[in-house]
């Protein structure tokens, strides 16, 4: 996530001086060589004279707490933080009560400037700290704040994941057009086009959701009985709520 976020800062300026602090240097992917990207491996060997504007943490949840102990010293500082389920009071604690902090929660499109980006900052943050974050985080695609914190678990659970249920549909539509006799390549390939074909569409025509599938059932026609099909009895719509559900309460345990 960090570099899905990188790389587009890196192509659009986004500050004069980046810094990237990771023990994994080829996450990197040769970023570091671009003018105004350096990288060291540790806080610590952080020149004492960097004071960043904004500082950004893209690791595990579950080794988040031990990396941010690390930068209590920058003190005027904005956080950012794009860790799955840890709340903002974990940040206060771990940081100071009187820091900055925004909760970011993208996806991976951000990599071809098309994220989903939620976002809820702490009490602390000012009205210059909400235009810098909507500024950084605009580079990769579009941005909304919540206001109510607890949300951010079912936000998570629908665009932080949600690449990766349009991926796992793309998958099974490739295995069972090959089950239905279509040799496996191509069926793959069918699949991977007919969504990226369907998004692209869709960015162009903009139509709510609905009609764009109902667009395409024509009465009587075969997409008509294919969506009977999974709209009976809610069966589909009742298998991704158990999937939204398991994603929010896997953030809510990560946040305990
Ligand atoms: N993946 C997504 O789609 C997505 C979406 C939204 C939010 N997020 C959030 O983004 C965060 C990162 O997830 P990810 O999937 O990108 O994980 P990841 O691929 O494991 O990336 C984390 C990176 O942090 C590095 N790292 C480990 N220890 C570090 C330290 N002490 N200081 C600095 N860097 C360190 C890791 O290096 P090593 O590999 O050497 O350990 C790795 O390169 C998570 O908190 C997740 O909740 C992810």
């Known amino acids: 996530m960090g570099f899905a976020m990188l790389q587009p800062w890196v192509s659009k300026h986004a500050a004069e001086n980046i810094w990237v602090v990771t023990p994994d240097a080829a996450s990197l992917r040769g970023l570091q060589e671009k003018e105004g990207v350096r990288h060291v491996a540790y806080p610590n060997t952080l020149p004492s004279d960097v004071k960043p504007d904004v500082i950004v943490f893209a690791v595990k949840p579950q080794i988040l707490e031990e990396v941010i102990a690390e930068y209590t010293a920058?003190?005027?500082?904005?956080f950012l933080s794009v860790a799955a389920g840890k709340k903002l009071d974990v940040y206060e604690r771990k940081l100071s009560p009187a820091a900055r902090i925004v909760r970011v929660m993208p996806n991976l499109p951000a990599k071809v400037g098309e994220a989903a980006t939620l976002l809820v900052g702490n009490s602390q943050v000012t009205m210059v700290d909400i235009k810098n974050t909507?500024?950084?985080?605009?580079?990769?695609g579009t941005t909304a704040w919540l206001k109510d914190e607890s949300l951010m678990d079912a936000a998570t659970a629908l665009s932080g994941c949600g690449p990766a249920y349009f991926?796992?549909?793309?998958?099974?539509?490739?295995?069972?057009?090959?089950?239905?006799?279509l040799p496996k390549d191509l069926s793959t390939a069918l699949a991977k086009q007919t969504m990226i074909g369907s998004a692209g569409l869709w960015k162009q025509d903009m139509l709510p959701a609905h009609t764009m599938h109902q667009n395409i059932a024509v009465k009587g026609g075969l997409t008509e009985a294919a969506l009977q099909e999974l709209t009976q009895n809610d069966a589909l719509k009742a298998l991704m709520r158990k999937a939204l559900v398991a994603a929010s309460e896997r953030g809510k345990k990560l946040s305990d």
């Open 134 to 140: 909507e500024t950084l985080l605009g580079m990769l």
């Open 74 to 78: 920058y003190r005027h500082s904005l």
């Open 167 to 181: 991926y796992l549909l793309s998958d099974i539509l490739g295995e069972l057009g090959h089950e239905m006799g």
